[in-house]
Antibody
Framework: QVQLVQSGSELKKPGASVKVSCKASGYTFTSYSLSWVRQAPGQGLEWMGW????????TYAQGFTGRFVFSLDTSVSTSYLQITSLKAEDTAVYFCARVDDDSAYLLYWGQGALVTVSS | SDELTQPPSVSVSPGQTARITCSGD??????AYWYLQRPGQAPVVVIK???ERPSGIPERFSGSTSGTTVTLTISGVQAEDEADYYCLSTDSSGGYVFGTGTKVTVL
């Protein structure tokens, strides 16, 4: 069965960087894109963008350019979200999600990774 | 505009019907999907392609569409339906956009 398992919670200081991982299993990793979704405390879901797992080409939504980087390591079926120059407002749960077989919507989700930015 | 607007909250008594709307200019041209999210958990899809109910989702969940508005209806609401609900669609550049979210409270 399709599984997306994310790395654990992180506590970082402002200005630092963080890298969240999303390890996929149960399917051919390079056959489906992966999206990243942010949810700040008590707030709604925000789609951050996606990465083409076949080419490695990322696409970033408005508001997520510059400090946010999506990457891959296909040898271990894992996608990464790196955030640099962390700010307090980056405190959120970050989800990875995979599309359905028709690549129409986000069907499979990781459990989420909490990133807390605090001095 | 690619925004999807939902009411912040809906309150309903057990056994009654809850209706959650999602409005957006692109909805007549793009499918909408509905997610249920309980605290501390990942979202789960309850309606796909405007009106389809995925396998395993209770029949009390249904979707409908009219013009620029899609609606999630929960008939015979149960206590376990208390959660946050989000609509999802695609935007003009082919990416995804989530609705603003609706908190359903079962009284």
């Amino acid at each position: 069965q399709v599984q997306l398992v994310q790395s654990g919670s992180e506590l970082k200081k402002p200005g630092a960087s963080v890298k969240v991982s999303c390890k996929a299993s149960g399917y051919t990793f390079t056959s489906y894109s992966l999206s990243w979704v942010r949810q700040a405390p008590g707030q709604g879901l925000e789609w951050m963008g996606w990465i083409n797992t076949n080419t490695g080409n990322p696409t970033y939504a408005q508001g997520f350019t510059g400090r946010f980087v999506f990457s891959l390591d296909t040898s271990v079926s894992t996608s990464y979200l790196q955030i640099t120059s962390l700010k307090a407002e980056d405190t959120a749960v970050y989800f990875c999600a995979r599309v359905d077989d028709d690549s129409a919507y986000l069907l499979y989700w990781g459990q989420g990774a909490l990133v807390t930015v605090s001095s | 505009s690619d925004e999807l607007t939902q009411p912040p909250s809906v309150s309903v008594s057990p056994g009654q019907t809850a209706r959650i709307t999602c409005s957006g200019d692109a909805l007549p041209k793009q499918y909408a999907y509905w997610y249920l999210q309980r605290p501390g958990q990942a979202p789960v899809v309850v309606i796909k392609r405007d009106i389809e109910r995925p396998s395993g989702i209770p029949e009390r969940f249904s979707g409908s569409t009219s013009g620029t508005t899609v609606t999630l209806t929960i008939s015979g609401v149960q206590a376990e339906d208390e959660a946050d609900y989000y609509c999802l669609s695609t935007d003009s550049s082919g990416g995804y956009v989530f609705g603003t979210g609706t908190k359903v409270t079962v009284l």
